[in-house]
């Protein structure tokens, strides 16, 4: 068997991973363990279509990873084919701006981080030590959702508050999807090469959503800030409002500023406007329904996406690509059609017949469009594979 790599996405209440060879071309395994620490938990291993799930009795983190390494012992050529393990890491700061093979000085740097990424960062770190500790001698490699963004001016990454805050306290945009952004960037590149001397931008649209602008294969401007809280509406979470609010919320429903904090990140977006559900799916076949609470939400959602990419696109050239990627971006044509007919003043135009189609990579803008629309799937493991297998090649 071909050498493979080990992909492990730790998140705060579950991990998903996934066995990834032929270059990160193929994928021989894929789960995910969930409710951990919550109770209840089970891992499930999905391969060649086949579904197996078993429950965790110390729903941890690290039982999850000593279970994979459980099930891969029981088939030993993908376990002998591991050659690397890629972990997703949601925070880098300023520390890092590129992928890199994993000793305790990194796993010290994402822990300085840890208060930008309070609930993810530590499940990160747990999982780079059992995966260090239950695969010995297998190299380790982080990649940061933030990397890519590293490319942004002050102008851009800096907020409008005193510099001392900066200085001290490393307050800044640092903006997230990054490992998304580069795939689309790279895939964009494979479709149409020219593109990479070109504007282009790009809206990832899942339960997390943002934009970025991409100038010559660098990121020069993102919606997410500090946190993935900044910019878009999404799932649960508002994006962008005016930050007085959170002092109003707490006053008004006698809260502190942690707990006003956790409305906006988990009880606003489509699911604060809707009543209904964070889900774009569920609140489509509502609105079909005549559901009018979710077709607000979900038009706002479109209009504030649009917004977003008009105010990203700022630091281009051109317009001369916009790519639709993320669960939404994706699947929804609804969603696609809302924000493009905001961007009519730009003279970006799709085909409905084409935006009527889903979940392939093809474009799908009218003739009269002067920018490419695509709809590129994201492929984030197959990122973390290649970094992997290029850091531990070095
Ligand atoms: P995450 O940020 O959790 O990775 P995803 O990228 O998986 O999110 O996107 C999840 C979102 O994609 C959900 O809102 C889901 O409803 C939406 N979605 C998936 N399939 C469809 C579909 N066919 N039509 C509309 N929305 C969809």
Wanted: charged share 20%.
């Amino acid at each position: 068997m071909s050498e493979s790599i080990l992909v492990i996405n730790c998140g705060s209440s579950s991990l998903k991973f996934a066995v990834l060879s032929d270059e990160g071309q193929s994928i021989l395994l894929e789960g995910i363990a969930d409710r951990l620490g919550v109770g209840n938990s089970t891992v499930t291993f999905k391969k060649d279509g086949n579904k197996e799930s078993i429950h965790l009795a110390d729903g941890s983190h690290k039982s999850a990873v000593a279970e994979i390494k459980k099930w891969l012992s029981q088939r030993p050529t993908i376990l002998d084919s591991l050659t690397g393990i890629g972990h997703r890491v949601v925070h880098g700061g300023e520390t890092f701006s590129k992928s890199v093979l994993i000793d305790q000085s990194v796993i010290d740097g994402i822990a300085e981080c840890a208060n930008f990424a309070p609930l993810h960062s530590p499940a990160h770190i747990i999982g780079m030590n059992a995966a260090i500790e239950l695969f010995p001698g297998i190299p380790q490699v982080a990649v940061f959702d933030t990397a890519f963004h590293q490319t942004l001016s002050q102008e851009q990454y800096l907020y409008p508050i005193p510099m001392e805050l900066y200085r001290q306290h490393h307050f800044r945009k640092y903006g997230f999807h990054g490992t998304s952004y580069r795939y689309i960037s790279r895939r964009l590149a494979e479709l149409h090469p020219k593109s990479l001397e070109q504007g282009v931008l790009v809206a990832h649209l899942g339960n997390g959503a943002s934009t970025c602008s991409i100038h010559k294969g660098k990121s020069s401007d993102t919606s997410m800030g500090i946190t993935p809280l900044e910019g878009l509406m999404m799932g649960t979470r508002c994006g962008s409002l005016d930050p007085s609010l959170l002092t109003f919320i707490a006053q008004a429903q006698g809260i502190s500023s942690e707990e006003a904090l956790d409305i906006l990140n988990q009880k606003s977006g489509l699911l604060g406007i809707s009543e209904l559900s964070n889900d774009c799916r569920t609140l489509e076949e509502a609105m079909a329904l005549g559901n009018k609470q979710a077709k607000l939400a979900l038009d706002m959602f479109a209009i504030r996406t649009a917004k977003y990419l008009v105010s990203t696109a700022t630091t281009l050239n051109s317009i001369d690509h916009l790519v639709f990627t993320g669960g939404i971006g994706e699947n929804s044509s609804y969603i696609r059609a809302a924000i493009c007919q905001q961007l009519k003043a730009f003279n970006i135009h799709i085909d409905s017949d084409k935006n009527s189609l889903r979940g392939a990579t093809m474009s799908i803008e009218s003739k009269k469009s002067q920018t490419k629309v695509w709809i590129i799937p994201t492929n984030e493991e197959l990122m973390i594979a290649l970094d992997t297998i290029n850091l531990i090649r070095q």
